[in-house]
């Protein structure tokens, strides 16, 4: 049934992936009207007059790209989700960290460096093995588990020979002695709507590399935790990563804001369906959403 009241909706995206083209089926199947705008074609004038939409669902894959994008269109007064607000903290594992220890969430010690010297300070304090990570990055690429200052030396030399200043920070966490798994929670509209189990051979569980999904029950402390670091990062739609320690404690470790959720959905069968919350949720319930942040 078509909606009088439905908001005018733009899917932007430059690949068409298996979740946005299972949010287009939704939006169609409920008769939301909707545009796709290729992430390609996008340029904005300064002196444009509004887009014809209320919102944006952002699911451009580059973060940058869809950082500016949504800096454009809320310029413009369109709810973008995620906000640029969010892709700037949840795309940054430091500004992520920082976000989480204000709120007392709990993730595992860690630190930023600014210099090569001062990481090889930094990852003594942590202890070893260390992780070193890139502040922007994901699919677990360029995540590094090093077991010793030698080779956190060497790792550190490569990022010093990258061009990018980014680059040459150095953002080391605690390792995790965890199961051969990790756990992620997808987070809509402040609710955590389920969590899956991600299994893998190697230390990094990332779907990206191979890790296997299977549903997890969703306790109330998983619940709570990532219903948490999504709020205190800002994303309306939010994919937490945790690792269960060895004592049982749960850790949050980031928070993704470009969720993919195909893994989520093979998990989870026909017993929850990601993108019809996500239309249910942030398209249909965009009226509260914009109550909320005038209340606030
Ligand atoms: N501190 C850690 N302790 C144990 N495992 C970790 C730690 N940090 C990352 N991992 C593993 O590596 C994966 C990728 O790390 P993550 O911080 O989520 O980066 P990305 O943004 O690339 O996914 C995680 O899903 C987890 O399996
Ligand atoms: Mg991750």
């Not at 955590?192 to 997890?216: F, L």
Request: hydrophobic residues 45%; proline residues 5%; negative net charge.
């Amino acid at each position: 049934m078509v909606s009088s009241t439905a908001p005018r909706t733009a899917l932007l995206a430059s690949r068409m992936r298996f979740e946005e083209k299972r949010l287009l089926e939704v939006l169609d199947r409920r008769g939301i009207p909707r545009t796709v705008i290729d992430t390609r074609t996008v340029r904005h004038h300064l002196h444009d007059t509004p887009p014809p939409w209320d919102l944006v669902l952002n699911r451009e894959i580059s973060a940058t790209k869809a950082l500016y994008a949504a800096l454009s269109y809320e310029s413009a007064g369109v709810t973008v989700v995620n906000s640029a607000a969010a892709i700037e903290t949840c795309g940054d594992k430091w500004r992520t960290s920082l976000a989480l220890r204000a709120a007392e969430v709990p993730t595992p010690p860690a630190a930023l460096a600014l210099t090569a010297e001062a990481a090889e300070e930094a990852a003594e304090e942590i202890g070893y093995p260390v992780v070193l990570k890139p502040l922007v990055g994901s699919w677990g690429r360029r995540v590094a588990l090093l077991p010793d200052a030698a080779a956190l030396r060497t790792v550190l030399e490569y990022s010093e020979a990258l061009p990018s200043p980014l680059a040459k920070l150095a953002y080391l966490q605690r390792y995790v002695d965890k199961p051969d798994r990790d756990i992620r929670v997808i987070v809509v509209g402040g609710t955590p709507i389920g969590a899956m189990y991600r299994t893998s051979d190697g230390w990094r569980t990332n779907v990206a590399r191979g890790a296997t999904t299977t549903s997890c029950p969703l306790t109330d402390d998983l619940a709570k935790l990532a219903a948490t670091a999504a709020r205190e990062t800002g994303a309306d739609l939010a994919g937490v990563d945790l690792v269960e320690d060895a004592d049982g404690g749960l850790q949050v470790l980031e928070v993704n804001h470009g969720v993919e959720f195909k893994g989520f959905q093979e998990a989870h069968a026909d017993r929850v369906d990601v993108a019809e919350l996500i239309v249910e949720r942030l398209v249909l319930g965009i009226d509260k959403r914009m109550d909320r942040e005038v209340g606030s």
